[in-house]
């Protein structure tokens, strides 16, 4: 070695400037172009290892309820839905799309670069003709699944088109239903959700879907007792096929009618089957849901003191699982019990019992909007400004409760929701009739009437027809 290096020696001081100066200029070339590859060839590592992970048939699922939990939606058709959109991704080819890469940003709640590859996949099958509908209406659903989850419009669009390139695909059907009721078209709605049933056939499991979601549209015009009908059809259909999961979702779509209802025995009967389910299936939002629709039942019934043990416990669920749009779902109801004690005080004699319960219900109120704004939850935030118009309409600020209103009845506007409008004229009606404005309290009533006529919504209604008995006298 030391004689290696006297050698080196030797021959670098023979060197001339010039040469020591080529030398130089050679050696840094060298080293820059061995740098250059060194990091092409990590570069190229790092991708061949990020392309050729395999996602495991659990680590969809897991990514498919990653990403609807980050789009708050905990229905289990759409997460069986984002199920198969990711599955599908999965198994597009990987020589032409960036399959991980998009699979990696969808676990983050990027939906964009999964989008844009079924959007070339159904070009693809576009350019090749009809007989390539079914391929392109398969890539259409996948676009729809995704755009369910922030773009109501183009998923829409996307589903609609599916169909009508596909008229067999079951669940393009459904998913289109659901957005036909989500916009409030409840005939289109009704007619999307019988061609599922019409295409189930021998299929039991979407026969029980079928009924279960048409149960949905009646139970939304009011009609309870088709309702109830429909979701005993889909519950027999789930306990035959032993679907645990279907049959709680079953008992707490009946829970939910027997308190529209009135029938609150049956209600706590049903809640409690779906409780005793999640809780053997270990589905803590489903126990945690439980929780809250035993609560609301407690509410109604004036047993506040329990309604607020189980909102409690709702809330501590949803705190440990970290589920956002839970804690404020908990933290609404509970503002709802503080506001109902007010109700139920005929005689108010204690006045300062009553500003402390809205104080609470105020509180709680805006906990919950708080997190609904974090989220953007636009159907959370104008539900909360409307409860809050409310508490302040008791308290006589008409100025502040009209506020309130106007905010709900322009996010209802905004998002399309029918019936959140019909609520916020009935609302902005009764202060104009507190204030003996009566011109303006019937013109308010009048346009929630018609939307309650349009939707077929009886109990709204009920509660429309209500008012004009009262002011009928002094027209």
């Known amino acids: 070695m030391l004689e290696w290096w006297n050698s080196f020696i030797e021959w670098w001081n023979r060197l001339t400037v010039n040469e020591v100066q080529l030398f130089i200029l050679l050696l840094a070339t060298l080293l820059s172009g061995l740098s250059y590859l060194i990091i092409k060839l990590l570069k190229l590592l790092k991708f061949f290892k990020k392309n050729n992970h395999e996602y495991s048939g659990d680590e969809l699922i897991n990514l498919a309820e990653k990403l609807a939990s980050k789009y708050r939606q905990q229905d289990a058709e759409t997460i069986k839905e984002l199920e198969r959109t990711v599955k599908a991704l999965s198994q597009q080819d990987s020589s032409k799309y960036d399959i991980n890469e998009a699979l990696s940003l969808l676990s983050e709640g990027k939906t964009e670069e999964a989008e844009k590859i079924f959007e070339l996949v159904a070009l693809e099958a576009r350019q090749n003709g009809q007989d390539w509908n079914k391929k392109e209406a398969e890539a259409l659903h996948h676009i729809g699944s995704l755009f369910y989850l922030h773009d109501t419009q183009k998923a829409f669009d996307s589903y609609k088109q599916s169909t009508e390139l596909d008229p067999s695909n079951i669940n393009s059907w459904n998913m289109l239903g659901h957005l036909y009721l989500r916009i409030g078209q409840l005939d289109n709605a009704e007619q999307a959700y019988m061609n599922v049933l019409n295409l189930a056939h021998t299929d039991q499991n979407n026969q029980a879907m079928g009924y279960g979601n048409l149960g949905n549209i009646y139970e939304t015009r009011s009609n309870l007792d088709k309702a109830i009908e429909l979701y005993k059809k889909s519950l027999s259909i789930y306990i035959e096929l032993s679907n645990r999961e279907g049959v709680s979702r079953q008992y707490g779509n009946l829970g939910i009618v027997y308190v529209t209802r009135g029938d609150l025995d049956k209600a706590i009967e049903s809640h409690k089957k779906a409780l005793d389910i999640n809780i053997e299936l270990d589905r803590k939002e489903g126990i945690a849901s439980n929780y809250g629709n035993l609560g609301t039942v407690c509410r109604i019934r004036g047993d506040l003191d329990k309604a607020i043990e189980f909102h409690n416990k709702?809330?501590?669920?949803?705190?440990?699982?970290?589920?956002?749009?839970?804690?404020?779902?908990?933290?609404?109801?509970?503002?709802?019990?503080?506001?109902?004690?007010?109700?139920?005080?005929?005689?108010?004699?204690?006045?300062?019992?009553?500003?402390?319960?809205?104080?609470?219900?105020?509180?709680?109120?805006?906990?919950?909007?708080?997190?609904?704004?974090?989220?953007?939850?636009?159907?959370?935030?104008?539900?909360?400004?409307?409860?809050?118009?409310?508490?302040?309409?008791?308290?006589?600020?008409?100025?502040?409760?009209?506020?309130?209103?106007?905010?709900?009845?322009?996010?209802?506007?905004?998002?399309?929701?029918?019936?959140?409008?019909?609520?916020?004229?009935?609302?902005?009606?009764?202060?104009?009739?507190?204030?003996?404005?009566?011109?303006?309290?019937?013109?308010?009533?009048?346009?929630?009437?018609?939307?309650?006529?349009?939707?077929?919504?009886k109990e709204g209604m009920s509660i429309s027809f209500q008012y004009f008995p009262v002011l009928a006298p002094i027209m």
């Open 314 to 457: 709702s809330l501590v669920i949803n705190q440990e699982l970290g589920v956002k749009e839970g804690i404020a779902a908990s933290y609404g109801n509970l503002g709802l019990v503080y506001e109902t004690r007010d109700d139920l005080d005929d005689t108010h004699d204690d006045l300062d019992k009553v500003r402390d319960d809205l104080d609470k219900a105020i509180e709680f109120y805006e906990k919950a909007l708080t997190i609904y704004i974090e989220l953007d939850n636009r159907e959370g935030i104008g539900t909360t400004y409307g409860n809050l118009g409310i508490v302040h309409h008791k308290y006589t600020d008409l100025d502040k409760a009209t506020e309130f209103y106007e905010k709900s009845l322009s996010i209802s506007k905004e998002l399309g929701s029918k019936e959140g409008m019909a609520r916020q004229y009935g609302n902005i009606g009764l202060v104009y009739e507190a204030r003996e404005d009566l011109d303006k309290a019937i013109e308010f009533y009048e346009k929630a009437l018609i939307i309650d006529i349009e939707l077929d919504y």
